[in-house]
Structures are given as structure tokens and as C-alpha cells.
């Protein structure tokens, strides 16, 4: 069965970095898609970065193009965030998410099928 587990979130000064990573598991897994969102208590989850691995192409919210950067291994089914120059509108519970079959609209939470448990992501001073 697809598991996804998310790793590397903490407590971070405005302007420090960070890296998050995903390890996707499962011997039937071999997506579509694999991404990171994020969700504030109250809010809907937001997109972040996601890679469409048949094209190999990778994508980024408007909100955080420049300061992060997805790195991926497909054959080792990881996906990592690495985060710079965090401000405090960064934090939030950082979710990865994936999905095996063909996507629709990767920015749509909707469209992903399997997520990881969440990892805080807190920067403040």
C-alpha cells in the first residue's frame, strides 16, 4: 500500500532555511504526481510545489517562486523542499501528497489521492 512520510519541519527565525523531505513507499507506487501544500488552522490548503514526473517538470505557487526549490529522485520516490529566506506568512503545517494516476490540475488539492501526516513548519522571532 502507497505510504507517504514527511520529514525536516521545526522552529525557524524570519529569513533562516529549511528543508522538508518525502519518501513515498509502496511497491504498487509509481505516480503521476508528487507535491507539497500547506494548511493554517482554519484556512484551505495551499498549494506550494509539485513535479509531474512523465514530463519531468516541476511547479511553483507564485508565493514562493525564488526562495524554494523541489528537489526529486524518482527512482528513489522522494521529494524534497528546500526552503530559503522563510518569512513568517510561511508558517503552516507542510503536507506532501501524491497521486498515481493521470492529474487533472496539479495546484488542486482535490486531485492528489494519497498524504503524508504533516510536518509544522513555524517561523517567528
Known amino acids: 500500500q502507497e505510504q507517504l512520510v514527511e520529514s525536516g519541519g521545526g522552529l525557524v527565525q524570519p529569513g533562516s532555511s529549511l528543508t522538508l523531505s518525502c519518501a513515498a513507499s509502496?511497491?504498487?507506487?509509481?505516480?503521476?504526481?508528487m507535491g507539497w501544500f500547506r494548511q493554517v488552522p482554519g484556512k484551505e490548503r495551499e498549494f506550494v510545489a509539485a513535479?509531474?514526473?512523465?514530463?519531468?517538470?516541476?511547479y511553483y505557487a507564485d508565493s514562493v517562486k525564488g526562495r524554494f526549490t523541489l528537489l526529486k529522485d524518482r527512482a528513489k520516490k522522494t521529494v524534497s523542499l528546500q526552503m530559503i529566506n522563510l518569512k513568517p506568512e510561511d508558517t503552516a503545517t507542510y503536507y506532501c501528497?501524491?497521486?498515481?494516476?493521470?492529474?487533472?490540475?496539479?495546484?488542486?488539492?482535490?486531485?492528489?489521492?494519497?498524504w503524508g501526516q504533516g510536518t509544522q513548519v513555524t517561523v517567528s522571532s
Open positions: 501528497a501524491g497521486r498515481l494516476h493521470w492529474i487533472v490540475t496539479y495546484a488542486d488539492a482535490a486531485q492528489y489521492t494519497y
Open positions: 509502496g511497491i504498487a507506487f509509481s505516480g503521476d504526481a
Open positions: 513535479v509531474r514526473w512523465p514530463m519531468n517538470r516541476i
